[in-house]
């Protein structure tokens, strides 16, 4: 999204520099909200599914019973964790999905941190470019294998993957998860 975020702006500052050369105000206007347009666009997108994302982790915290900030609930990259340590209950949510299981449910739980390796241009525009999306497919895939994935007694959605990028994070969770499933709740 952040290209073409970037294409966006680079156009609207394209048109923008030929409204003034609109004859009339109102072609004058109607130049510069075309050039601004698809980005007023994205950006109403962006915040639009921003709200939605934060409506879902708020309705699995509700579901789960779980007060937001009380260091029980994690959300990142619109993926989140919960856990109810009363009743014994884990949500998880991804994008504006979630569901919610019973530690009895949980089969295993682990930790990956994957790193994207770099490939170095060759002599050229062209190398230039390949080497570029290379790199951005392999940060990409780097950041979908990095996190907490959990694994369910579920048929439809056995493994879920929670965004943690901070491995301090990781490791508290995977603390929380051994004191409160494997020791029956000895996590303070």
Known sequence: MGLLAGVFVVWGLIV?????????????L?????????????VWFAMERSKR??????????????????????????TGIAINRDQRIVGVLKGGTYRTYGYEKL???????????????????????????ANARMERDARA????????????????????????TRERWMELLRQEVNEGGAAA
């Open 107 to 133: 089969r295993e739980w682990a930790i990956r941190d994957e790193r994207a390796g770099r490939v170095t241009p060759a002599f050229g525009v062209a190398n230039g470019v390949m080497a570029a999306g």
């Open 53 to 78: 994302r934060q409506e879902a982790h708020k309705k699995m915290l509700d579901d789960v019973g779980v007060a937001p900030g009380s260091g029980f609930d994690h959300s990142e990259d619109s």
């Open 145 to 168: 294998n990095t996190g907490l994935f959990l694994t369910f007694r579920d048929l439809d959605s056995p493994t879920w993957r929670v965004a943690m990028k901070d491995s301090a």
């Open 16 to 28: 923008s520099v030929f409204a003034p050369f609109a004859p009339g105000g109102l072609a004058k």
């Open 30 to 42: 109607t130049v510069f909200a075309i050039g601004w347009a698809p980005t007023s666009a994205l």
